[in-house]
């Protein structure tokens, strides 16, 4: 069974500009969940999605945005780039976002993305 | 709200010797915990998780964890550290925002170094 897949491992990106992170969750898992890491912020909840709908938030600004596609597969946006978003972006599925032992979620390789 | 507190952000054992490594958590309710473990350049891996089934689990790699409701703890330990185990080790607690819907709260991390 696929473990969670997430494009592309690196990029580099120039402040001002967008970039797009992708994940594919593990087949059946239909709650996509985004996090953040970084040094200084550690690891941080983004959003949670689920049947197409944006159901969780964590704090972060609106310049943070994701969706999530009828297969389940999810995608995050950050638009108009700042250094400070340089991190390793993780996306997380589990079946469908309730508690455990029934939804333990699963990490993918995650996202480096980083800004100049 | 819920949270962990992971006390040390450093270890380090000498190959074959016991690895300790703290977590504390905070909630008015039973938690759900987790432990996942970091490689460099990787994603986060689930090594074990309480659910309240069981007071001592047991995880991957030769890990468990002991639950204390009475000290608030959530230990990770291995009797025997292998050089493989040098890595980053998470604690975390499944945790409800204001929404209701539930987000992994992650501690700060704890670099454990494997000497030879």
């Known amino acids: 069974k696929a473990g969670v897949t997430q494009t592309p491992r690196y990029l580099i990106k120039t402040r001002g500009q967008q970039v797009t992170l992708s994940c594919s969750p593990i087949?059946?898992?239909?709650?996509v969940s985004w996090y953040q890491q970084t040094p200084g912020q550690g690891l941080q909840f983004l959003f949670e999605?689920?049947?197409?709908?944006?159901?969780n938030k964590g704090n972060f600004p609106g310049r943070f945005s994701g969706r999530q596609f009828s297969n389940s597969r999810s995608e995050m946006n950050v638009s108009t780039l700042e250094l400070g978003d340089s991190a390793l972006y993780l996306c997380?599925?589990?079946?469908?976002?309730?508690?455990?032992?029934?939804?333990?979620?699963?990490f993918g390789e995650g996202s480096w993305l980083t800004v100049v | 709200a819920q949270s962990v507190t992971q006390l040390g952000s450093h270890v380090s054992v000498s190959e074959g010797a016991l690895v300790l490594l703290r977590c504390n958590y905070s909630?008015?309710?039973?938690?759900?915990l987790f432990w996942y473990v970091q490689y460099p350049n990787q994603g986060l891996q689930l090594l074990l998780k309480?659910?309240?089934?069981?007071?001592l689990v047991k995880g991957i790699n030769g890990f468990e964890a002991e639950f204390k409701k009475s000290e608030t703890s959530f230990h990770l330990t291995k009797p025997s550290a292998h050089m493989s185990d040098a890595a980053e080790y998470f604690c975390?607690?499944?945790?409800?925002?204001?929404?209701?819907?539930?987000?992994?709260?992650f501690g700060s991390g704890t670099r454990l170094q494997v000497q030879p």
């Open positions: 997380a599925s589990s079946v469908d976002g309730g508690p455990p032992p029934g939804n333990t979620i699963y």
């Open positions: 087949s059946g898992h239909r709650s």
């Open positions: 999605y689920f049947s197409e709908t944006q159901r």
């Open positions: 909630s008015s309710v039973p938690p759900y």
């Open positions: 309480y659910t309240s089934a069981a007071t």
């Open positions: 975390a607690v499944s945790a409800r925002g204001d929404t209701g819907r539930r987000a992994l709260t």
